[in-house]
């Protein structure tokens, strides 16, 4: 499987961020490893409070849910990887962040749960990586590990984006 349906659901590169689905898995890896340092930066001095009009989450929010996304993956890595199965479902980001309840979570501790779940998505993919690992998931379709890591690349990447810009500091 290719990342056929990121480009039909988003254009490449992103029509909004600007994100190329040719980013390698290693660029990925690079690129979500260096998140805590860019998503400090960019919310320095907010509040996390702050939304922008065409969006539908606060800044806050939008860290949270970088957070439970490269967790996520983690965990499904592991997964797949100790048990041997590498089925995979879908979730519902609106529902996750309903049911963790985003509107209550404070920027800093969504700025600490970011490095958290950065460590253990970089431990996972390297594992992943390692293997080979091929997740078959359940709308998309098998999907390597590589795939997954510029997938995961592009969601980091976009609402840092959307972060950036709600703060009116776009790069």
């Not at 590990?145 to 976009?158: C, L, S, W």
Request: hydrophobic letters at 40%; charged letters at 25%.
């Amino acid at each position: 499987m290719s990342l056929d349906w990121a480009e039909k659901t988003f254009g490449d590169p992103c029509r909004e961020c600007g994100y190329a689905w040719s980013t390698s898995r290693e660029d990925a890896f690079d690129l979500v490893s260096a998140l805590p340092a860019r998503y400090r930066v960019a919310t320095a001095g907010a509040s996390g409070e702050e939304r922008h009009p065409d969006l539908s989450w606060n800044v806050t929010q939008y860290v949270s849910h970088v957070v439970d996304n490269l967790r996520m993956s983690a965990e499904r890595m592991v997964g797949a990887l100790e048990s041997g199965d590498a089925r995979v479902g879908v979730y519902s980001p609106d529902e996750l962040a309903a049911a963790r309840h985003y509107d209550q979570v404070k920027l800093p501790g969504a700025l600490w749960s970011l490095e958290n779940s950065v460590s253990a998505w970089t431990a996972a993919m390297a594992r992943a990586f390692e293997h080979d690992l091929v997740l078959q998931h359940e709308v998309r379709g098998a999907q390597t590990a590589g795939e997954t890591a510029v997938a995961n690349a592009h969601d980091a990447f976009h609402h840092a984006w959307d972060i950036e810009r709600t703060l009116n500091r776009a790069s």
